[in-house]
């Protein structure tokens, strides 16, 4: 992360977030605090591809790749997938988010499970979503790949859509495909799959 990457997304309550799924409605609390992932198009973006891909696909592990307020985790893990965990390195949003997890699951077993650096460890997941925005993506995108599962996905926001075909570029080289793309402009999520 550079200096001028700064995560904060002012909420001044407790906020419950109602996701439409299919015919019924997700609800998230997510409680006051300065973490980022509550309401900015970016999270919105990304729970629309976590939606696409845990309603098309078979995904049993999965990793929020700098999950800020535990957002993107609680929707994944609510959408009934098993293993879910999350990495972040920011300590102030570590906290909000356990905090969070407390507050949408009542035993500590269904936590997403926090763990530190998942690029290094031998994990590997069905799905990864990551919201970061500047530098990140694009220089780690081959390290992610290699942490996904042979035919898993990948989605990715945080930038402009202008980024696009820079995007589908640079994956293209860490082995991966784009298969969707959601946009509200000036921003995008991509979804790409891992080359089996
Ligand atoms: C834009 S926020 C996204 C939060 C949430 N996932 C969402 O979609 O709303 C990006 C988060 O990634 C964290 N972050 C940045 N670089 C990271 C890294 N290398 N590993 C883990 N987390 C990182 C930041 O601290 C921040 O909380």
Redesign the pocket.
């Known amino acids: 992360?550079t200096l001028h990457?700064i995560?904060i997304e002012e909420r001044l309550k407790d906020e419950l977030i109602e996701i439409n799924v299919k015919d019924r409605k997700l609800k998230v609390v997510i409680n006051q605090g300065t973490?980022?992932?509550?309401n900015?198009t970016?999270?919105l973006l990304?729970i629309e591809a976590i939606k696409f891909i845990i309603n098309t696909k078979l995904i049993t592990t999965a990793l929020?790749?700098?999950?800020?307020?535990g957002?993107?985790a609680i929707i994944i893990k609510k959408l009934g997938v098993l293993n879910v965990s999350a990495?972040?390195?920011?300590q102030l949003?570590i906290k909000e988010s356990k905090l969070n997890f407390k507050s949408n699951f009542n035993h500590k077993k269904d936590f997403p499970c926090l763990i530190t650096d998942p690029l290094i460890n031998e994990d590997k997941y069905d799905f990864i979503v990551s919201?970061?925005?500047g530098s990140?993506l694009p220089n780690n995108l081959l390290k992610i790949s290699q942490i996904i599962n042979p035919g898993g996905y990948l989605s990715i926001?945080?930038f402009n859509i202008e980024k696009e075909k820079d995007y589908v570029r640079i994956a293209k080289e860490a082995n991966l495909q784009i298969i969707r793309t959601f946009k509200k402009t000036p921003w995008i999520s991509m979804i790409f799959q891992r080359n089996v």
Do not use: P, Q, R, V
Not at 35 to 38: D, R, T, V
Not at 64 to 69: F, M, N, Y
Not at 87 to 90: A, C
């Open positions: 992360m990457d995560y973490s980022f992932g509550g900015h970016t999270t990304s929020d790749l700098g999950s800020g307020s957002i993107l990495s972040e390195i920011d949003a919201n970061i925005s990140f926001a945080g």
